[in-house]
Nanobody, 122 residues
Framework: EVQLQASGGGLVQAGGSLRLSCAAS????????IGWFRQAPGKAREGISC????????HYADSLKGRFTISSDSAKNTVYLQLNSLKPEDTAVYYC???????????????WGRGTLVTVSS
């Protein structure tokens, strides 16, 4: 059974940091790219970042580059998203998702995980 378990969300003050984790199981980790998406209340889902465990490439939304960092630990089958300098507008449910080999965006997703809520207070 494929599982993607996102964790690490919580309440943080503006300017603070969080590290989100996405623990994967049920598929060959090295053959997949793991992406992070978020959805704020009343807004469309937004792609944040993606890392391919197949070719090692990383991708970021231009608006978030420099504040968020994605990394992968193949020994733990876990992808991390470090969130720094958080702003109230970063408040959203954050989801991780997997697609085969390369980061191609939400249309290529094979598996979605449940989200973790990040709330940034002003």
């Amino acid at each position: 059974e494929v599982q993607l378990q996102a964790s690490g969300g919580g309440l943080v003050q503006a300017g603070g940091s969080l590290r989100l984790s996405c623990a994967a199981s049920g598929f060959t980790f090295g053959d997949y790219a793991i992406g992070w998406f978020r959805q704020a209340p009343g807004k469309a889902r937004e792609g944040i970042s993606c890392i391919s465990n197949y070719d090692g490439s990383t991708h970021y939304a231009d608006s978030l580059k420099g504040r968020f960092t994605i990394s992968s630990d193949s020994a733990k089958n876990t992808v991390y998203l470090q969130l720094n300098s958080l702003k109230p507008e970063d408040t959203a449910v954050y989801y991780c998702a997997a697609e085969r080999r390369y980061c191609s965006g939400p249309t290529g997703i094979d598996y979605w995980g449940r989200g973790t809520l990040v709330t940034v207070s002003s």
